[in-house]
């Protein structure tokens, strides 16, 4: 049973964290600082540092907190009786429309889950083991119904999927670094998604189309 100490803690956690996801959006991230956190949050800087070890603990957590929402948003919706490719596709489109929701933070916990090795990207990386995991999964039950070849390894084309999503997202969040990336970005949300929203789903249709059908010439597979 939870006592009201460890409320009171868990609530305080929570302003924290909510005080700093609204200014790494509003102000950017290199920009917002410990002191700006805890004022926002009604809370002593000391506090801050009780609860959060620096500005890249607090970025993380509010990472973790919307991807696992948009994670969960996008398993919710997806067809379960659409063909493999149309899952694909409607699982990538609701991930970077993820991205999309706040550029700015994106940049930075990007570049940080391929070139960090801080212990707290662990948990994001759980995150990605558990997408990788499911997304085998679907693929398996699309070669149960034939329609992956039966000697295909689910787990390697998950790879590739996964793979290029990254790659995908990193070369488009990379697009905007000419703002730099500790600034807030302002173009409005709806404009970013259609524009952006177009030529990454076209790449990715490409993509799928190109692991499906394969690229070696026809009439030659296994010379």
Not at 57 to 78: A, F, K, P, Q, Y
Not at 89 to 97: D, F, G, N, S
Not at 154 to 172: H, M
């Amino acid at each position: 049973m939870e006592t009201r100490r460890d409320r009171q803690k868990r609530e305080t956690r929570g302003a924290i964290q909510k005080a700093a996801h609204s200014l790494f959006e509003s102000r950017g991230f290199e920009a917002t600082t410990i002191r700006a956190i805890a004022s926002k949050a009604g809370v002593g800087v000391g506090t801050v540092h009780l609860h959060f070890r620096d500005k890249e603990s607090l970025l993380v957590e509010c990472l973790i907190d919307d991807l696992t929402e948009n994670d969960r948003r996008s398993w919710g919706t997806m067809p379960e009786d659409a063909p493999i490719r149309d899952q694909l596709l409607h699982l990538v489109r609701e991930a970077y429309l993820g991205w999309t929701r706040q550029p700015s933070l994106s940049r930075v916990i990007l570049r940080q889950m391929v070139l960090s090795r801080r212990s707290e990207l662990d948990r994001l990386r759980a995150l990605d083991a558990d997408v990788t995991r499911r997304l085998t999964g679907l693929m398996r039950a699309a070669q149960a119904r034939g329609e992956i070849r039966s000697g295909a390894d689910p787990s390697l084309a998950t790879k590739a999927i996964f793979a290029f999503y990254l790659t995908s997202s990193l070369n488009w969040l990379g697009s905007l670094e000419g703002k730099g990336p500790s600034e807030p970005f302002q173009e409005p949300a709806s404009a970013l998604s259609e524009e952006a929203m177009e030529i990454l789903m076209d790449e990715a249709k490409g993509f799928l189309d190109l692991l499906f059908t394969g690229i070696g010439e026809e009439g030659k597979e296994g010379e």
